[in-house]
């Protein structure tokens, strides 16, 4: 794989980028900034969204909404869903790229966990990703079959947590992980004769907010993947039309053999280590 970014798009473009008040969310923000894309960030502080977006106009003079928004939420995922809906030659830009990266990663024995967090996990990590991708993808298809040039499409951050047999202490997270991966698969086989492009993204581990327990346990460094490279990765996968994309060698290496290996010793492996 080629370690560059992918060229920076030949016309103006809008990316939509969920969860962009930190971590890997700004970095796509950053990233997608410097390739001229014009932005629409989405999450719940504002006063986070408001920085980065000043940042991003400062650095890189490109266009930045700011719509704070709680996709735990029916009503805000919608307000958001609204603003993918939009069409070309309004007030506003359509978007050309939506940004899956929003996610809540609660985790703990099962029969421990609050029921009412499971239900926001899921609504933030499968449900808002499902109306989000249903609202931007007919507007997209539609201007493919317009006569609109390539570069069209969806990149949903799913996460290696969904892909072994169980996940002990993740249950939760790691079976909502394993939908969307599924799904962003599925629906990339549906969408690429009308091309648009849909990539799903399987990270490792990632000095983030929300992996901040996990950093405190002292694994080794080369547990981590920098989320510059879980970004870059994903975009030049996005750009080639791949489905799905494991960044970091040694996470698509132990995702290749965990394949390999039969199912009886992936759990055994599993309890051990829970």
Not at 98 to 126: K, Y
Not at 155 to 167: K, M, Y
Not at 197 to 217: A, H
């Amino acid at each position: 794989m080629s370690q560059s970014s992918p060229a920076p798009p030949t016309r103006p473009c809008t990316a939509l980028v969920t969860g962009a008040s930190t971590g890997i969310g700004a970095e796509y923000a950053r990233r997608l900034a410097q390739r001229s894309y014009s932005l629409v960030l989405v999450a719940r502080r504002a006063e986070l969204l408001e920085a980065l977006a000043e940042d991003l106009r400062a650095r890189c003079g490109v266009a930045v909404e700011v719509l704070p928004a709680d996709l735990g939420s029916v009503e805000d995922t919608e307000r958001v869903a609204e603003r993918l809906r939009v069409e070309p030659g309004g007030d506003l830009a359509p978007v050309d790229l939506l940004v899956n990266n929003a996610g809540r990663g609660d985790g703990g024995p099962f029969t421990e966990q609050d029921p009412d967090d499971m239900d926001a996990m899921i609504d933030i990590n499968v449900r808002s990703v499902l109306r989000l991708t249903r609202a931007v993808l007919p507007v997209q298809i539609a201007r493919r079959a317009a006569g609109e040039t390539d570069g069209l499409g969806v990149i949903t951050v799913s996460s290696l947590a969904g892909e072994p047999v169980v996940n002990p202490g993740g249950s939760v997270y790691g079976a909502g992980k394993k939908f969307l991966t599924l799904w962003s698969e599925s629906v990339a086989a549906e969408v690429r004769s009308a091309g648009v492009s849909v990539t799903v993204v399987l990270p490792g581990f990632v000095r983030t907010d929300m992996t901040r327990g996990v950093q405190e346990r002292g694994l080794p460094e080369v547990a981590f993947v920098p989320k510059e490279h879980i970004v870059r990765d994903s975009l030049i996968a996005w750009a080639a039309r791949r489905p799905r994309v494991v960044p970091g060698l040694q996470y698509k290496t132990g995702d290749g053999l965990l394949k390999l290996l039969p199912r009886w010793l992936v759990r055994a492996v599993a309890r051990r280590m829970a």
